[in-house]
């Protein structure tokens, strides 16, 4: 399937606006592309309890599964601190890395961006290599 990265970026920037970050104030974005052309977005959401705090990444990975979709072609994540001119290169966190890998064949994307015109894109093995996932259970 041919991935519009630039268009699942600005779904994730926009997305980022939703971010609930009291005690971080980093605030991070995600679109996921499903792989029958769908977009489910997310932000981060935290909790005063820390713990409880979920990610972009997850935020947007739950709200696709409970509606019943589990294929993905790639996820646009944009990140840094609240108010910043720039934004980093955001990282998936490993617990978020783990959660894509459940989902996830090999060849799903994953769109670090810093803007619509400046992003590195990897796929799951090379961020997440040696993954411990279903086929270790499940054959
Ligand atoms: N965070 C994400 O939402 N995604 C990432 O890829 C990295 C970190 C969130 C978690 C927490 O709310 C804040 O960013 C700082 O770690």
Redesign the pocket.
């Known amino acids: 399937m041919e991935i519009n990265y630039q268009e699942l970026i600005k779904y994730a920037l926009s997305m980022r606006k939703m971010s609930y970050?009291p005690y971080?104030h980093?605030n991070?974005g995600a679109a996921l592309l499903s792989a029958d052309g769908r977009v489910f977005t997310g932000c981060?959401i935290?909790n005063a309890a820390l713990t409880p705090?979920n990610?972009?990444?997850r935020t947007a990975f739950f709200k696709a599964v409970s509606e019943g979709v589990k294929d993905f072609a790639a996820i646009a994540?944009v990140?840094g601190p609240e108010g910043a001119d720039e934004l980093l290169y955001?990282?998936?966190?490993g617990v978020?890395r783990q959660v894509m890998s459940e989902f996830c064949h090999d060849d799903f994307k994953i769109i670090m961006a810093k803007s619509e015109d400046e992003y590195k894109v990897y796929t799951l093995p090379e961020i997440l290599p040696e993954r411990f996932g279903p086929s270790d259970l499940l054959s």
């Open positions: 970050t971080t980093f991070v981060n935290e705090s990610c972009a990444e994540v990140g955001c990282s998936p966190c978020c």
